[in-house]
């Protein structure tokens, strides 16, 4: 059984989550280490820095609506990225993209991209030809 809380302010601690696992049902984790979130149909992976990733059954929206928004920022569709994992955004002909810490990168969608600019204040835009 999993539960859902209305906001990030029901939870006991804000930088807790509640998630289910099939080799650990539900249990709490903490979300320091948390980089993205990656929606895929009903579930989603959770990708951690320092262990592997998790499948939740969840949808994106449940986390949207449990994790805390000043830490978390939605970039795109499917996509719920940690701020303290971005090191840049990158601006192109052909579409924005969010390089991590981590070194990956990750698609940032046109409808996101002005909102993003503005919750990131102190992040480098770079803007490519």
């Given at each position: 059984m999993s539960v859902a809380f209305k906001s990030s302010d029901d939870l006991p601690n804000p930088?807790?989550?509640?998630?289910?696992?099939k080799a650990k049902g539900s249990h709490w984790v903490t979300t320091d280490n948390l980089v993205y979130l990656e929606a895929i149909a009903n579930y989603t992976w959770l990708?951690?820095?320092?262990?592997?990733?998790?499948?939740?059954?969840?949808?994106?929206?449940?986390?949207?609506?449990?994790?805390?928004?000043?830490?978390?920022?939605?970039?795109?569709?499917?996509?719920?990225?940690?701020?303290?994992?971005?090191f840049q955004i990158e601006v192109g002909l052909d579409g924005a993209v969010a390089h991590l810490k981590s070194g990956l990168?990750?698609?940032?969608?046109?409808?996101?991209?002005v909102s993003l600019r503005?919750?990131?204040?102190?992040?480098?835009?770079i803007k490519k030809e």
């Open positions: 930088s807790l989550l509640r998630i289910y696992t990708r951690w820095a320092d262990s592997a990733p998790t499948l939740s059954p969840h949808t994106l929206k449940v986390f949207v609506n449990q994790l805390p928004l000043a830490d978390f920022v939605r970039i795109h569709r499917r996509y719920l990225v940690n701020r303290q994992f971005i990168s990750l698609p940032v969608s046109r409808r996101k991209l503005r919750q990131l204040i102190g992040i480098p835009l």
